[in-house]
Nanobody, 126 residues
């Protein structure tokens, strides 16, 4: 089965950290740029971070820049989102998505995606 599976979400106190994982099964992530999105209740889905096929190019939304770090390990077929200094406003369901990319060093949020994960809940609360 071709799918993306997120893991690593949970409940954390403000100022804490979490690392989300996005693992692919049934296909290789090597040909895909990967993006993380999040959606909070009553809000639109927003792009959080993306990483190019090569891992050289990364992009962050203004709301998470400096606090979140995206990385990928193609050998493990997994992409990570390290989240630090978490705030209550980071509370959301986080999704990863894989978009085919001919260009190895490019990532953007506004693109077509072939695969989406089921989402993992992140709750930041004291």
């Amino acid at each position: 089965q071709l799918q993306l599976v997120e893991s690593g979400g949970g409940l954390v106190q403000p100022g804490g950290s979490l690392r989300l994982s996005c693992a692919a099964s049934g296909f290789s992530l090597d040909a895909y740029a990967i993006s993380w999105f999040r959606q909070a209740p009553g809000k639109e889905r927003e792009g959080v971070s993306c990483i190019s096929r090569s891992g050289i190019r990364t992009l962050y939304s203004d709301s998470v820049d400096g606090r979140f770090t995206i990385s990928r390990d193609n050998a493990k077929n997994t992409v990570y989102l390290q989240m630090t200094s978490l705030k209550p406003e980071d509370t959301a369901v986080y999704y990863c998505a894989a978009g085919p990319s001919i260009l190895r060093h490019m990532c953007v949020f506004n693109r077509e995606y072939d695969y989406w994960g089921q989402g993992t809940q992140v709750t930041v609360s004291s």
